[in-house]
């Protein structure tokens, strides 16, 4: 059974900073991509970084520049670190582990998220 889990949530004011976590455990799971997705208030879930299991990466470009995903070798952990956060970052961040090592697909097993909120 795959567990999924992050932690590192919190509340900031705009222009400081977070790092998420997440760590993954179950068959294959240091074998495959992972990604960190979010969703603001009273929109629908979307994406924000990705990172293969050959560290390949994606950002949104609403983010680029200014997060960055990084993933532990070997292993299904991977984190976030978000800078100069805008009030625009807040929402619940769920970190997603894929079901295959190059792309995530709707069949990813996702954590609970964590919240993140930027005041201003």
């Known amino acids: 059974q795959v567990q999924v889990v992050e932690s590192g949530g919190g509340v900031v004011q705009a222009g400081e900073s977070l790092r998420l976590s997440c760590v993954a455990a179950?068959?294959?799971?240091?074998?495959?991509?992972m990604g960190w997705y979010r969703q603001r208030q009273g929109t629908q879930r979307e994406f924000v970084a990705t990172?293969?299991?050959?560290?390949?990466?994606q950002y949104a470009d609403s983010v680029q520049g200014r997060f960055t995903i990084s993933r532990e070798i070997s292993k299904p952990v991977i984190y976030l670190q978000m800078n100069n956060l805008k009030e625009e970052d807040t929402g619940d961040y769920y970190c997603?582990?894929?079901?295959?090592?190059?792309?995530?697909?709707?069949?990813?097993?996702w954590g609970q998220g964590t919240r993140v909120t930027v005041s201003s």
């Open positions: 997603a582990l894929s079901q295959y090592p190059y792309m995530i697909r709707e069949d990813a097993d």
């Open positions: 179950g068959p294959g799971s240091s074998r495959n991509a």
């Open positions: 990172i293969t299991v050959g560290h390949t990466i």
